[in-house]
């Protein structure tokens, strides 16, 4: 197995824990947020599929998809799309759901974004892996992004996990 598999199944991977974590959300609550927590559904999973998609941007040199995102100024978002603004890093979860896309469409761009980040690592060679890239406030190899995409992941099924406590959705286990 190649190091680019390992990497684009652990982000599969990545997704098929989350997932887990989806069961009772829908259009209803999505978007409802709890006190004393950071984001709602809908924010975790177009932040993580704008961070993902970011990342694959780095490696394949496709652009961030219009179809799934809008740049405009944190109000922009819509049924369909969500806007870059809403979801960056730093940005505030509001509970309105039309500014996010629905429940469905959610999961789909962030599933959407999973299959683009690891088809972009299965398509990396060996050197474009190795090239080093801005990240933050430094310079990283290409390939240490995905472990720390699965790492985001994780925190963010985390803050789910949490919401769903807080809003009294019981056990993903049973």
């Not at 199944?9 to 069961?23: H, M, P, Q």
């Not at 780095?58 to 740049?71: H, M, R, T, W």
């Amino acid at each position: 197995m190649t190091r680019q598999q390992i990497l684009a199944d652990c982000v599969r991977e990545s997704r098929i824990l989350l997932v887990r974590y989806l069961k009772g959300f829908d259009d209803s609550n999505h978007t409802r947020q709890a006190p004393a927590l950071p984001n709602h559904l809908a924010w975790t999973l177009g932040h993580l599929a704008l961070v993902m998609s970011r990342t694959a941007e780095k490696l394949s040199g496709q652009p961030v998809p219009e179809s799934d995102f809008i740049k405009g100024d944190g109000r922009a978002g819509n049924a369909q799309r969500f806007d870059t603004e809403s979801i960056s890093f730093g940005s505030k979860p509001v509970a309105d759901p039309g500014l996010y896309p629905k429940y469905a469409r959610s999961v789909a761009i962030f599933d959407a974004a999973v299959e683009r980040l690891a088809s972009a690592v299965l398509a990396a060679d060996d050197a474009k892996l190795e090239s080093p890239t801005k990240w933050g406030q430094g310079e990283v190899k290409l390939w240490t992004l995905l472990p720390r995409m699965v790492f985001h992941n994780g925190c963010h099924t985390g803050q789910i996990a949490d919401l769903r406590r807080a809003l009294g959705m019981g056990t993903i286990l049973s």
